[in-house]
């Protein structure tokens, strides 16, 4: 089936700093999602991305939809303690078939 | 109001038991999932109803059974699982219009089964 492949699998920064990751694909995506999970609860959406070029902002949070269709990026700057958590990025398969990136874990160093 | 709730919070049961999971939503919502969430993993997703239907079975072994008694509710029944069925189960739920594809989900905080 489809995959999305996250990048970096993990990072650790010092609060503060920004932090950028991404989701590729090998196939067309008409949608991207951004999410973020705390541990033992249920994934957050922090944007949602319809277009191509597509670049939105969300607080401290930017993401972009790549013109390839086939990546998307997510930007979170002056990072905080609390933007710690596991980022997943998902899109559609086909109808109402969502599938979520490998996820990025990040840990934010007070 | 964007809230997904589910409860139990946690569940242990043996591999005899019966038991449900159950998930609830108020936001008009005429779609509804379940996933589940292996750890270190991504959510996998499993059902899907539609406007009270099943859509969607992604080949999800029989000892789950998914029931959707009214637009709101949303239950899974649980019986003779295994060991390796231990997962987090999210639910989800959308507003189920569109083609599908730009479609939101809402996740709620997800039942943390361990199966003995």
């Known amino acids: 089936g489809q995959q999305l492949n996250q990048s970096p699998q993990s990072m650790f920064i010092q609060e503060g700093e920004d932090v950028s990751m991404n989701c590729t694909s090998s196939?067309?995506?008409?949608?991207w999602l951004w999410y973020k999970q705390d541990p033992g609860e249920g994934p957050v959406l922090l944007i949602a991305?319809?277009?191509?070029?597509e670049l939105t902002s969300n607080g401290r949070l930017t993401a972009q939809f790549g013109i390839t269709r086939k990546d998307s990026f997510l930007n979170i700057s002056a990072s905080i303690p609390s933007d710690v958590g596991i980022y997943f990025c998902?899109?559609?398969?086909?109808?109402?078939?969502?599938?979520f990136g490998t996820g990025t874990r990040l840990l934010v160093s007070p | 109001d964007t809230e997904v709730t589910q409860t139990p919070k946690h569940l242990v049961m043996g591999m005899t038991n019966k038991k449900s999971l159950k998930c609830e939503q108020h936001?008009?919502?005429?779609?509804m999932y379940w996933y589940k969430q292996k750890a270190k993993k991504p959510p996998e997703l499993m059902f899907v109803?539609?406007?009270?239907?099943?859509?969607i079975n992604e080949s999800v072994p029989s000892r789950f059974s998914p029931e959707c008694p009214n637009s709101s509710l949303l239950n899974l029944h649980l019986h003779a699982l295994q060991p390796e069925d231990s997962a987090l189960y999210l639910c989800?739920?959308?507003?189920?219009?569109?083609?599908?594809?730009?479609?939101?989900?809402?996740f709620g905080p997800g039942t943390r089964l361990t199966v003995l």
């Open positions: 989800a739920s959308s507003q189920g219009r569109g083609g599908g594809q730009t479609d939101t989900q809402y």
């Open positions: 196939s067309i995506f008409n949608t």
């Open positions: 991305l319809y277009k191509a070029g």
């Open positions: 998902a899109g559609y398969t086909g109808f109402q078939k969502l599938v």
């Open positions: 936001m008009g919502h005429r779609a």
């Open positions: 109803y539609s406007y009270e239907k099943l859509s």
